[in-house]
C-alpha cells in the first residue's frame, strides 16, 4: 500500500519542467561512489610504487637511476635504533644507497636491544646500532659477523634551564648524576633496553647508585624524541644523544647541562647478522649496506649531515679507526 | 593553542602544494583501509548473515567470541600478525611483514569481527514473518539473502562506516607489521605518532588534520548513500 505521501513526492519529482529529472537524479545518487572512487584513485593514483619516495622533511632525497643493478634478492631489513631514525639521517642516506646498489631496504627504528633481538632470531638482515657491551655479547654468541666502526657522537644530560640539582657545567657524568640523585629531581629513562638505557644503567652503577622503584626516577620506554618530549614537560632530566637533542631542541625546554664528559662516547657499529644462522637471511644484500656505510662517500656525507640546518654535524663518521683510538670496546 | 593554529595552516600548505609525500601517505592510509574494509564486508556480512539466521550447536558461544572480537586491542592483533608473519614464522615464507599486504591483513582481522557481528545483529532483528512472507511468495533461497539485505542495508552500511572507522585510525598494528618505513608502508597515523615523536608537533597536527578530514569524506559519501535510501 503506497501512502498518499509517498505518492505525492513521487509525482512531484516527475513534474520537472524540464524534463530532465532522470538523468539528475541519476547523477546525484552516484555522486557518493563517484567521490569515493575519485578520492581513492587520485590519491593513490600519485603512490605509483615507482614514484622516488620523498620525505616530510626537508632531507635531500636522490631519484633512482634507471641503470641500478638488479640484486637477485633486493629485500634487506635493517634493524636499527631510533636516534638513526629520529635524526633524519636514515631517511638521508637509504636511497642513497638504494639507488646505487638496487637493494630496497625495510628500516626498522627500534631500541638497539630489539634490533639485536631481531638479529638473534634472524628476522633482520643488518643492524646499526649503539648499545657496546650488549654487541660484544652479541658477537660472542655467535649471531653477528663483520662488526665495524661506523661513527660516533657524544650523550649529553640535559635538563630545565633553572637547574634544581645544580649539575651546569659539570664535566664528570657520574658527578651529576649523584647529584641529580641527591636532589632527587626528576629523572627520565628510556627504560627500552636501547643504546641510550644500556649507558644510563651503566652510569648509575657506576654512581653506585640503584635508582629502581624510587619516586623521582620515571620511566617512558618510548624511544629519544617522544622521551625528551616528556622531560621537557615534566621539567626534569635525561640522557640523550646528541643528534636526537640537537634535532628536537626547537620544541623542548631542555639545556645541555653536563657534557664533555669521555665515558659519554655514544658509538655506532654497524653488524651482518651471521647467515649461518637461517637461509632466509639476505647476506649479501647485509654486506652490501654494511660497505656502504663504512664507505669514504658515506662517510664524508655523515660528517657533514646537519651542518647546514643546525650549525653542527649529528655524527662524527669513524670508519677505518680502531676501537683503541676511540676508547671504546 | 598556536601549536594548534601552525598545524591547520601546515595541513593547508601540504594539501595546497599536493606535497608528492603527504598524498603518498595519505593515499596508502586510504588504499590499506578500504581494501581491508572490503575484505572483511565480503567476509563478515557473508558470515554474519549464515549465523544470524541459522541455528546451531555452539551458536552462542561463537556469537559471544564474535562480540568480544570487536573490542579485541589492535596492538594484540598487531603482535600476533608479526609473530605469524616473521621469517621464522609460519607464513614467513610469503614475505609479507612489513608491506602495506601485512597492515591489511591485521586490518582485516581488527575489521571483521565488526563488520560480522553488526550483520548479525541487523539481519536477526528483521521481522521473522518477513522472511516467511518472502518464502510464501515463491522466492529462492537467494532471493531470499538478497531481500534480507536490502532490507538491512542502513544497518549494514553503519557497519561498514565502524569498521573503516576502526581500521584508518589505528596505529598500533599498523606501527608493528608495516614499520612505517618511509615511501613504503608509512600511513597517516603512523606518520603522526613518528612526527610526534620527533617533536614536530605541528607537522603532527597537520596531518592529524588531513586524516580526520579524509576520515569525514568517506562518511559523508557512506552517509548519503545511507540516509538517500531512508528518504525514498
Redesign the interface.
Known amino acids: 500500500m503506497k501512502f498518499p505521501v509517498d505518492s505525492h513526492r513521487e509525482g512531484k519529482r516527475r513534474t520537472d519542467v524540464f524534463g530532465k529529472q532522470r538523468p539528475r537524479v541519476a547523477l546525484f545518487?552516484a555522486?557518493?561512489?563517484i567521490?569515493?572512487l575519485a578520492?581513492?584513485l587520485g590519491?593513490?593514483?600519485?603512490?605509483s610504487p615507482n614514484?622516488p619516495?620523498?620525505?616530510?622533511s626537508l632531507t635531500p632525497t636522490v631519484t633512482p637511476t634507471p641503470t641500478s643493478p638488479k640484486p637477485a634478492n633486493p629485500?634487506v631489513?635493517l634493524a636499527t635504533t631510533?636516534s638513526t631514525?629520529?635524526t633524519g639521517l636514515?631517511?638521508a642516506l637509504?636511497p642513497m644507497f638504494e639507488s646505487k646498489t638496487g637493494y630496497k631496504v625495510?628500516?626498522?627504528?627500534v631500541g638497539s636491544g630489539q634490533a639485536m633481538t631481531l638479529g638473534e632470531?634472524?628476522?633482520a638482515d643488518v643492524l646499526l646500532v649503539h648499545s657496546p657491551d650488549a654487541e660484544v655479547a652479541f658477537m660472542q654468541a655467535g649471531h653477528g659477523i663483520n662488526r665495524k666502526l661506523v661513527m660516533h657522537n657524544y650523550f649529553v644530560i640535559v635538563g630545565p634551564a633553572t637547574d634544581p640539582a645544580r649539575i651546569k657545567g659539570m664535566t664528570s657524568a657520574i658527578d651529576a648524576f649523584k647529584k641529580i640523585a641527591a636532589a632527587k629531581a626528576i629523572f627520565i629513562s628510556r627504560g627500552d633496553k636501547s643504546g641510550t638505557d644500556a649507558m644510563e644503567k651503566g652510569l648509575w652503577a657506576q654512581a653506585g647508585i640503584n635508582p629502581e622503584g624510587q619516586s623521582w626516577y620515571q620511566v617512558t620506554g618510548?624511544?629519544m624524541?617522544?622521551t625528551?618530549?616528556i622531560t621537557s614537560e615534566k621539567q626534569a632530566y635525561t640522557l640523550s644523544d646528541r643528534g636526537t637533542y640537537l634535532?628536537?631542541k626547537?620544541?623542548?625546554g631542555l639545556t645541555v647541562l653536563a657534557e664533555g664528559d669521555p665515558i659519554l662516547i655514544n658509538v655506532y657499529h654497524v653488524i651482518q647478522v651471521n647467515p649461518q644462522k637461517?637461509t632466509?637471511i639476505n647476506a649479501d644484500g647485509a654486506k652490501a649496506f654494511s660497505d656502504f656505510i663504512v664507505d669514504p662517500a658515506t662517510q664524508k656525507f655523515i660528517s657533514t649531515f646537519g651542518v647546514d640546518q643546525y650549525g653542527q654535524a649529528f655524527f662524527i663518521p669513524d670508519a677505518g679507526k680502531t676501537e683503541a683510538e676511540l676508547g671504546t670496546k | 593553542m598556536d601549536l594548534i593554529w601552525q598545524g591547520l595552516v601546515r595541513a593547508f600548505q601540504l594539501i595546497i602544494h599536493g606535497d608528492p609525500a603527504m598524498l603518498r601517505i595519505a593515499g596508502l592510509s586510504l588504499a590499506v583501509s578500504i581494501s581491508a574494509t572490503l575484505i572483511s564486508l565480503v567476509l563478515g556480512i557473508t558470515a554474519g548473515t549464515a549465523i544470524g539466521l541459522t541455528r546451531f550447536f555452539g551458536r552462542r558461544f561463537l556469537v559471544s567470541l564474535i562480540n568480544t572480537g570487536m573490542g579485541t586491542p589492535p596492538v594484540v592483533v598487531g603482535l600476533i600478525v608479526t609473530i605469524l608473519l616473521w621469517r621464522s614464522g609460519p607464513l614467513g615464507v610469503l614475505h609479507l611483514l612489513y608491506t602495506p599486504a601485512a597492515i591489511v591483513i591485521a586490518q582485516c582481522v581488527i575489521s571483521l569481527p565488526i563488520i560480522t557481528g553488526f550483520t548479525m545483529a541487523s539481519v536477526q532483528q528483521v521481522d521473522p514473518k518477513l522472511r516467511l512472507q518472502i518464502l510464501a511468495l515463491g522466492a529462492s533461497r537467494m532471493q531470499l539473502l538478497w531481500l534480507l539485505l536490502r532490507e538491512t542495508r542502513l544497518p549494514l552500511l553503519a557497519a561498514v562506516m565502524a569498521g573503516f572507522g576502526a581500521v584508518i585510525s589505528e596505529v598500533g598494528a599498523a606501527m608493528m607489521v608495516g614499520g612505517n618505513i618511509t615511501g613504503q608502508t608509512r600511513v597517516l597515523t603512523t606518520a603522526i605518532v613518528m612526527e610526534t615523536g620527533k617533536g614536530d608537533f605541528a607537522l603532527a597536527i597537520a596531518l592529524g588534520t588531513i586524516l580526520m578530514a579524509l576520515v569525514y569524506l568517506v562518511n559523508l559519501c557512506l552517509t548519503i548513500i545511507q540516509q538517500r535510501s531512508r528518504a525514498r
Do not use: H, W, Y
Open positions: 545518487r555522486l557518493p561512489v567521490l569515493l578520492l581513492t590519491i593513490a593514483g600519485c603512490s614514484a619516495t620523498p620525505t616530510l629485500e631489513i631510533t631514525a629520529d636514515l631517511d637509504l625495510k628500516p626498522i627504528a632470531r634472524g628476522e618510548q624511544g624524541g617522544a625528551l618530549t634535532k628536537t626547537q620544541n623542548l637461517s632466509k
